[in-house]
């Protein structure tokens, strides 16, 4: 109804006025530009602003409290949102004329590119050795070859660490295949596991490392326990821990040597033990295999990669 929408602009507007009072009393008005950059860029690039109408409002405020320079990367950034829905628009327009790659077009495989423009936008990892699957890359190369022939001079520099992926998953246990909405690191992982490794056993984090290219052990860490060690539900892979050798041994020799020393005999039932909770760490030897038990009543599945701890040298830097 017109009277909601206008009920839930005018909260809006004084939802605003209340930060823009707050603001004006914060004297590092640098680090809030900082953070509320990096925040802006995440709800854009992940779909997930409450009003596109509410932001702009918003850094129109920001402009006329602090002036153009203050929120020009800001507003470049909802520039480049808009030219990337040009782009694509005209660039599925390319690929279903004669000029479309058949490869590409014979495909059961879409892609969307957001096109970013260096310097708006916050500093991204970037894992440029990272191995693509073949399924993608000719959509990689045939777009590259439209937006070079389209804006010439211009250099492409893809960021992986922002990619997602919906990942089609068939389990043993479930009949339909199931959709896995990853980032293209965890989908590059996910790939290892088409097989179990040698023997079956599985892969270790440094094999997933040397199959995938990806060369930064934290982030290699964090994807794999994403997809073993989450919540219920998203488990879609199997985490063995394997302890250093020796480990258990000792505790065993341990219990022993105190019962010995115990003259006294116990007959009552043993206490069953607890199974270990598996670390939320990656040791070199863990084994990491496809959850062939793995069930779900969902059909799409969201599974979030873990983030990385944010340091004091990283606040400082932002």
Same mark, same amino acid.
């Given at each position: ?151 010439? =001079? ?63 052990? =934290? ?26 050798? =020796? ?72």
């Amino acid at each position: 109804p017109i009277w909601s929408h206008s009920s839930q602009h005018n909260d809006m507007e004084e939802l605003q006025s209340q930060v823009l009072d707050l603001f004006r009393h914060v004297h590092s008005k640098d680090v809030f530009e900082a953070f509320y950059k990096r925040d802006l860029a995440k709800r854009l690039l992940s779909n997930k602003s409450a009003s596109a109408d509410a932001e702009r409002s918003f850094i129109s405020r920001l402009k006329a409290e602090c002036g153009s320079v203050y929120t020009s990367k800001m507003e470049g950034m909802f520039k480049d949102m808009d030219l990337s829905g040009e782009v694509m628009s005209t660039y599925s327009a390319y690929l279903k004329g004669e000029a479309g790659n058949q490869a590409a077009k014979s495909s059961d495989i879409d892609m969307d590119v957001q096109v970013l423009t260096t310097g708006y936008w916050p500093v991204y990892p970037q894992y440029p050795n990272i191995i693509i699957p073949n399924s993608l890359i000719a959509h990689k190369t045939q777009f590259e070859t439209y937006y070079k022939s389209k804006y010439q =001079g211009r250099r492409i520099v893809w960021q992986h660490s922002l990619g997602n992926c919906i990942v089609k998953t068939k389990f043993p246990k479930m009949p339909m295949f199931k959709e896995l909405v990853v980032n293209l690191l965890q989908a590059v992982v996910l790939l290892c596991f088409n097989d179990d490794g040698e023997a079956g056993k599985g892969y270790t984090i440094l094999d997933v490392m040397t199959k995938t290219a990806i060369d930064d052990r =934290g982030e290699a860490e964090r994807v794999l326990l994403s997809l073993s060690t989450g919540k219920d539900g998203t488990r879609v892979l199997k985490k063995t821990d394997v302890d250093k050798p =020796g480990a258990d041994d000792d505790d065993d020799d341990a219990a022993a040597t105190a019962e010995n020393n115990n003259a006294i005999i116990d007959t009552s039932t043993p206490k069953r033990k607890k199974p270990k909770k598996l670390r939320r760490s990656v040791f070199d030897q863990d084994l990491f295999t496809f959850n062939s038990n793995f069930t779900s009543q969902v059909h799409r599945i969201r599974i979030t990669n873990l983030q990385m701890k944010e340091t004091t040298k990283d606040r400082e830097n932002t």
